[in-house]
């Protein structure tokens, strides 16, 4: 199933998430792990261009990354994460009892934030064409290590989600929070949206998000990329 829905990034609805409002309650995060649980099933292709030169990459999701996107590693207090990672999404998915104890950690205000935008996640990467080849050093302060940073800067607070190859050229999400205080698309190189495609692998289904290649080529450029 192909579908073609619009040659203009698509408006998502992305909720904002107030800093530290991650309340201990079983439906918010049930919702949470829902959201990034649907992404296990979702690929994303995109296509960037730079000075007549493209840059072609998709973004996949495992099991095993909540972990880091979650801020999980920050609750030093809780003994049971230091385990298998996928393991530790399945116990978190299935074990309501194992969710309230992550809830109760004295370090869970450390990673609200970033728990709470979960729920955000595939709106922001659907309706999202702000992107920037990352470079580290320009944020020494930082020790996030990425290829890729995207932006939203639509709404009243700046969502920044962070893109690193696992195996050139798939890219999983290393990090994804909000932050009001540091502006990380400063010194960054600016890269032109061409294309950005989203499939469903139990369904086959296809999404054209963005083309801009078709567009000028007067053809569809998929199949003449990936």
């Given at each position: 199933?192909?579908?073609?829905?619009?040659?203009?990034?698509?408006?998502?609805?992305?909720?904002?998430?107030?800093?530290?409002?991650?309340?201990?309650?079983?439906?918010?995060m049930t919702n949470r792990l829902t959201?990034?649980?649907?992404?296990?099933?979702?690929?994303y292709e995109i296509v960037l261009g730079k000075k007549?030169?493209?840059?072609?990459?998709?973004?996949?999701?495992?099991?095993?990354?909540?972990?880091?996107?979650?801020?999980?590693q920050y609750l030093t207090d809780l003994r049971e994460l230091k385990?298998?990672?996928?393991?530790?999404?399945?116990?978190?998915?299935?074990?309501?009892?194992?969710?309230?104890?992550?809830?109760?950690?004295?370090?869970?205000?450390?990673?609200?934030?970033?728990?709470?935008?979960?729920?955000?996640?595939?709106?922001?990467?659907?309706?999202n064409d702000t992107i920037f080849k990352y470079n580290e050093y320009a944020h020494p302060f930082s020790k996030i290590q990425a290829d890729f940073l995207l932006m939203n800067k639509n709404i009243k607070f700046n969502l920044f989600l962070f893109l690193a190859y696992k195996q050139e050229p798939i890219c999983f999400c290393r990090s994804f929070f909000s932050d009001n205080r540091i502006d990380y698309s400063k010194n960054q190189i600016t890269m032109t949206l061409l294309y950005k495609k989203k499939s469903f692998t139990a369904t086959s289904k296809e999404i054209i998000l963005f083309d801009s290649i078709s567009q000028s080529k007067g053809s569809s450029a998929e199949n003449k990329i990936f």
């Open positions: 199933i192909h579908i073609h829905v619009t040659q203009k990034i698509l408006c998502a609805h992305i909720k904002p998430c107030k800093k530290n409002s991650f309340l201990p309650k079983r439906a918010r959201a990034f649980n649907r992404l296990l099933g979702i690929n007549g030169k493209t840059t072609a990459f998709s973004i996949t999701f495992e099991k095993h990354e909540f972990y880091h996107i979650a801020g999980l385990t298998d990672r996928t393991l530790l999404f399945n116990r978190i998915l299935t074990d309501d009892a194992f969710r309230q104890k992550i809830l109760k950690s004295v370090f869970i205000s450390k990673i609200s934030d970033r728990i709470n935008q979960l729920i955000n996640l595939e709106a922001f990467i659907d309706s």
